[in-house]
């Protein structure tokens, strides 16, 4: 059940954006410091921290504003650390307002 559970895990993961140069200099704007790399990172703990109760939403299925509300109801279920927090808020963020 459990190798079932990460097969579909990770077959979600593989329709997450990557981030982009465009994306890694609008992280900047708000996250100075924030590169391609540190966002790769980011994505990589957001399919860590949240794939292992449900299917992860794509970043730009919703507006930014939304994610950081999400984010504090599920903190405590998914265990986030506030620096988990900020790195998933991070990648959510910058690829969310590609939807704009």
Known sequence: MA????ILAIAGCA???HPTPD???RAA???PGATIAS?????????????SCHA???PDRYPAERWSR???QMRERAKLTADDRESVLRYL????SRRN
């Open 3 to 6: 190798t079932i559970a990460g």
């Open 15 to 17: 329709s997450l954006p």
């Open 23 to 25: 994306d890694a200099a």
């Open 29 to 31: 704007v708000t996250w």
């Open 39 to 51: 966002l790769e990172a980011d994505r990589a703990r957001y399919v860590a921290k949240c794939s």
């Open 56 to 58: 992860l939403p794509r």
């Open 70 to 72: 999400w984010l504090d």
């Open 93 to 96: 963020v910058t690829l969310a």
